[in-house]
């Protein structure tokens, strides 16, 4: 048949290849930002090559015992978002970025163009424009074949909201849904009920640095992760995030993470706090998202 090769774009072959084991997919319409979230499991080497509206996307990977090369060539008027993943890793020591060490047990900079996104769901990830990048992690990488399954989980229990209040920076309200303009509930309280059909949204304006949404849990409580679901409205995700907690609402301490959000479900890890309140504050901005919570859980993991 002259339609089933494995070269067109609708075969399933063509699209894994570059989508689920290079990672590579818009992150925004238009490829404007994209990201690169390798999942390469027992390959050793790769190359892709994806056209888009702004031009050639070409991604590289190439594994040793030692080093975990990811190489990009990012067309013009472009971010992207490039993770490095933990999984390809029995150990890692430090990562260099076009031959200048970024990273060792924490982001270290010095690389113009190179900016950090955070620790976060299986990823190292950072944030580059256009042009060409090489990253190389050193360190002891799995190459077994298969690779081994990964590790369980975390135990972790999440705290009951039975009681807790919320707030934010706008006041509660509604906006209008569809062509038929239903007016839909749109207040804080909605991000901690338990529903995640229902959630909070500021929909005054779009996404700016100072926005933030505030939990108050009624006593002085431990954990160590917060999850931000919005499912429902999947770029919505906080452009940019600074969690600070408080024992009275009113003094706050400095961030305990910082990062961006991800499509759908973005979840926040941080050493062990113990507070009765905590904050998340928008740091980043977008022309075209408001930000979104529709469900928010506080988690202590063990």
Same mark, same amino acid.
Request: aromatic share 10%; glycine share 8%; net charge neutral.
């Given at each position: ?124 990830? !950072?944030? *580059? ?45 509604? !906006? ?20 995640? &059909? ?33 499912? &429902? ?9 600074? *969690? ?59």
């Amino acid at each position: 048949d002259a339609a089933s090769s494995l070269t067109h774009g609708w075969n399933p072959p063509a699209l894994i290849l570059s989508q689920v084991i290079a990672g590579i997919a818009p992150v925004e319409p238009g490829w404007t930002t994209f990201q690169v979230m390798p999942r390469e499991a027992f390959l050793k080497s790769l190359k892709v090559v994806v056209p888009s509206i702004k031009g050639n996307i070409t991604v590289g990977v190439e594994k040793t015992e030692s080093t975990y090369c990811l190489s990009l060539e990012a067309p013009e008027k472009t971010t992207a978002i490039v993770g490095i993943p933990w999984g390809a890793f029995k150990s890692l020591d430090d990562i260099q970025v076009n031959g200048t060490t970024i990273w060792k047990e924490d982001f270290q900079g010095s690389v113009p163009g190179v900016t950090w996104v955070g620790d976060d769901a299986g990823y190292l990830r !950072f944030k *580059v424009g256009p042009g060409i990048w090489r990253w190389v992690a050193r360190g002891s990488v799995i190459l077994a074949s298969p690779k081994p399954p990964a590790a369980s989980p975390r135990p972790e229990t999440s705290l009951d909201p039975r009681g807790w209040t919320a707030s934010a920076s706008v006041a509660d309200g509604t !906006f209008l849904f569809s062509g038929a303009k239903i007016p839909i509930d749109s207040a804080a309280a909605n991000a901690i009920d338990g529903d995640a &059909w229902t959630g909070w949204r500021d929909m005054t304006q779009t996404q700016y640095p100072g926005q933030w949404f505030q939990v108050d849990m009624k006593k002085e409580q431990t954990f160590s992760k917060i999850v931000l679901d919005n499912t &429902w409205a999947l770029w919505d995700s906080p452009a940019g995030y600074s *969690v600070t907690v408080s024992a009275d609402g009113k003094s706050w301490s400095e961030p305990i993470s910082k990062g961006a959000g991800q499509l759908g479900i973005t979840a926040i890890r941080f050493p062990h706090q113990k507070a009765r309140y905590l904050r998340i504050t928008q740091t980043g901005a977008s022309s075209k998202y408001h930000w979104s919570i529709y469900e928010l859980k506080v988690c202590l993991e063990r």
